[in-house]
């Protein structure tokens, strides 16, 4: 991985969190923002976790993950928090090969967030900012299976007021 660590993959359905840990150690390293928003389909389970009409946010701030939610509800691309516990989730992604494996041993333990755990593990290490993380998976797209654009207007919203 860009941030230099190793990932066993047991899971090739888990393959965007690897880009986004890709993309977050190259902003956190390279850009010098103040804040990081990822952004993905990223699990199924975020449907359980926030349902369909809710995105699930993982963020590691107090300040950054009101001022999410509040653009939420600007927008109308609504979003909810999910747990964030960095003490207890990544344990999840243990591995005797690798830094990680991409993908949790138990998926019935707050699996949504761990994914964004995984995603946030690969933050350069001096990186002070914000790190937002928000899994768009249930809003994504209608019953019909058609696109509903969720997260740009919550991204534009964020932009503006942040």
């Not at 590691?60 to 009101?66: H, L, R, T």
Request: net charge negative.
């Amino acid at each position: 991985m860009y941030s230099g660590k190793t990932v066993e993959i047991n899971n090739t359905d888990a393959e965007g969190r690897l880009v986004l840990g890709d993309g977050v150690a190259y902003a956190s390293k390279h850009l010098n923002p103040d804040v990081i928003i990822d952004i993905a389909t990223l699990t199924g389970a975020q449907l359980i976790t926030t349902g369909k009409i809710h995105a699930g946010v993982v963020c590691n701030s107090d300040n950054g993950e009101a001022a999410i939610v509040a653009a939420g509800k600007a927008s109308g691309d609504l979003c909810y928090p999910m747990l964030y516990a960095p003490e207890l989730l990544p344990k999840l992604f243990d591995s005797p090969v690798a830094d990680f494996k991409n993908s949790v041993s138990d998926r019935m333990n707050a699996q949504s967030s761990a994914a964004g755990h995984f995603v946030e593990s690969h933050l350069a290490a001096d990186y002070k900012g914000d790190w937002i993380h928000v899994d768009i998976a249930g809003p994504a797209e209608t019953a019909k299976g058609r696109a509903t654009g969720h997260g740009a207007a919550l991204l534009y919203q964020f932009v503006k007021t942040f």
